[in-house]
């Protein structure tokens, strides 16, 4: 793959809950993957327990579960600050697998109440039976599991219900880590979308209109940045399309800047796990007993890339082959254990890995949020060149 076709990620706009950005020289396939994953396989906690002690508000008990339900909580570094309920020791739901939440108003006033997000509090496990030790509690910030925009003024609450005098709610809720697979609930995402082709040269779209398209369905802004096609211009059968203007829009519960990493590393473990379920069991069982001895590294044609076995690179060798557990541990996704080389998705040109070849790179984006650099802890720095990445697998 040549210099000029590797991919190019350039932020046209980062605010507190949205990205705006243009990626370059991937297909189609490659762009709706990326979307995909960020909408619906990034784990975030969401209330997904609710004992009632008292409802006497007009609302039914399971209407009431499922909006506490949808409420956004901080779900910052989800990977490590919990685990799934699944794979924790403990038999009931304990402070490494799950948040404990409480709401408790009763309105004594001639006035209507209004329920909000504001009134849940995160309060501690009383009935902690966790037999296990780990270090995900350390790895939570402050606010981890309180619903997004408390104690900021300048965030509206979310509404519950509305109660009147002599009216109560008194629920204890359990928030657990999931996926938006799973539910809804769980995706860090309120919106994610992709435009590519605005004037439709590739014919992608067909457009209803009465008279004539070009009035009635007029381009968007993201035309500015592509050629004008000329009314005589011949259509091009074998074009694809190869610039995606991405709107990322998160509910809070994790950043813009987490949504597209964690998205993209996420991307990159389903991929490795393809390729791993590909290989014949054989040649899997005989990998990876050395030291960073990758599986891969048997495929001739994998050895440059991010797949490789090199002896150096720290990816998804480490340990037996053929148990994709242990991927996520040691692998690229680690900056400690990937180092210079190894690590995929970033390199010079492209904003990810912040290298400042990209006279496009948006100067205000990359300077107010710093994490978009080379040698964050994330990992995804500082590699010299697409070549050697996973992008051509
Ligand atoms: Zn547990």
New binding site residues.
């Given amino acids: 793959m040549a210099e000029d076709t590797a991919p190019i990620v350039r932020i046209r706009e980062l605010k507190k809950d949205s990205v705006n950005f243009v990626l370059e020289n991937v297909d189609l396939a490659f762009a709706n993957s990326v979307r995909r994953v960020m909408m619906a396989d990034l784990p975030t906690v969401a209330i997904d327990l609710v004992e009632f002690v008292t409802n006497t508000s007009v609302l039914p008990d399971e209407y009431i579960a499922h909006r506490l339900g949808l409420i956004p909580l901080v779900s910052t570094n989800c990977d490590e600050a919990i ?1 799934y ?1 699944r794979d ?1 020791t ?1 038999m009931r ?2 402070s ?3 948040v404990k939440l409480e709401l408790h108003v009763s309105c004594s006033d001639d006035t209507t109440l209004e329920v909000t997000s504001n009134h849940l509090d995160v309060v501690p496990y009383v009935d902690d039976d ?1 037999v296990d030790t780990g270090d995900e509690i350390a790895k939570r910030t402050a606010n981890f599991g309180h619903p997004v925009g408390k104690s900021d003024p300048s965030v509206p609450p979310i509404l519950i219900c509305k109660i009147r005098k002599g009216q109560e709610l008194h629920v204890k809720c359990t928030a657990k880590k999931g996926i938006a697979k799973e539910h809804a609930k769980w995706s860090p995402c309120s919106a994610v979308s992709f435009e590519y082709d605005p004037y439709n040269k590739l014919r992608h779209t067909s457009y209803w209109f009465e008279r004539d398209s070009k009035t009635e369905w007029p381009v968007s802004d993201n035309s500015k940045e592509e050629e004008t096609p000329r009314d005589d211009e011949p259509f091009d059968f074998n074009a694809k399309p190869n610039k995606f203007y991405f709107d990322v829009e998160t509910d809070g519960s994790l950043g813009p800047q987490e949504v597209v990493m964690k998205g993209l590393a996420e991307l990159q473990t389903k991929l490795a796990n393809l390729l791993l379920g590909l290989k014949p069991t054989d040649e899997a069982d005989g990998g990876g007993a050395g030291g960073g001895g990758g599986a891969w590294g048997d495929a001739p044609a994998a050895q440059d890339n991010a797949w490789g076995g090199n002896a150096n690179q720290g990816g998804w060798g480490g340990g037996g082959a053929n148990s994709p557990a242990r991927w996520g541990a040691g692998g690229a996704r680690s900056a400690a254990s990937g180092g210079a080389g190894s690590s995929a998705w970033s390199g010079s040109g492209s904003s990810w890995g912040g290298s400042g070849a990209s006279p496009a790179n948006s100067n205000a984006a990359a300077a107010t949020t710093g994490g978009w650099g080379a040698g964050n802890s994330s990992g995804w720095g500082g590699s010299p060149s697409q070549q050697t990445q996973g992008w051509n697998v």
């Fill in positions: 685990r309920t924790c403990c739901g304990c490494f697998c799950s966790a």
